[in-house]
């Protein structure tokens, strides 16, 4: 008999729920181990990784990677970490050619249970508006900018970002302590979370 957390991502990988609001069909991306100390909890698979099925194998995840310091062969170790995004499958685009929301479906159907099968995690990275909604909720602040500057409130268990896309380069520009600060303290908790 499989283990609970492998049933849970099979079901996982099966899932239909939002099939007719899917432009590239169903593609759930989601990598979890019991034994994963650091869970990266994004806001959803754009059109690279839906092809790929690999997730953050993109540009966001090249800028995440070097916030992270981490290898490709460190970042993709399932034994440490875990990959949890709001939601599973690419959402299509919206108007403006933006990425659209995370189907809320997704995290609705799963991630409670998801979340009681990683007894491990230390530590979990909100990245961008809709995970930090998801798993801080009135805990934050009134703007993601005011949320990734309190970053300390939420530790030592939750660290929030900005979503790494291209569109985050202006941000860091006009935000200059989020390298200075947020940075070496992430690239510190994260790799003190990973080396155990």
């Given amino acids: 008999m499989s283990p ?28 979890a181990s019991r034994r994963a100390r650091l869970l990266i909890a994004g806001q959803a698979p754009g059109t690279r990784v839906h092809a790929s099925g690999i997730p953050w194998q993109d540009r ?17 170790d399932e034994r440490g970490i875990a990959i949890v995004p709001m939601g599973f499958c690419y959402p299509g ?6 990425d659209l929301p995370p189907r809320p479906e997704c995290a609705a159907a799963w991630h409670h249970r998801l979340m009681a099968l990683l007894p491990a995690v ?3 990275l909100t990245i961008g508006q809709y995970a930090i909604a998801w798993h801080l909720g009135d805990a934050r602040k009134a703007s993601l900018t005011e949320t990734v500057a309190a970053f300390r409130d939420y530790l030592p268990g939750c660290l ?28 510190r908790r ?3 979370v990973i080396e155990q």
């Fill in 4 to 31: 609970p957390l492998d049933q849970l991502l099979s079901e996982i990988r099966r899932c239909r729920l939002c099939v007719p609001h899917l432009p590239l069909g169903p593609r759930p991306i989601v990598r």
């Fill in 60 to 76: 966001s995840g090249e800028r995440l990677r070097q916030w992270l310091d981490l290898s490709p062969a460190q970042f993709y």
């Fill in 93 to 98: 685009r919206d108007a403006r050619g933006g």
């Fill in 122 to 124: 230390e530590l979990m």
């Fill in 160 to 187: 929030p970002l900005p979503h790494p896309s291209w569109r985050t380069g202006g941000w860091e520009r006009r935000n200059t302590w989020f390298a200075a600060d947020v940075l070496p303290e992430l690239r």
């Fill in 190 to 192: 994260v790799r003190a």
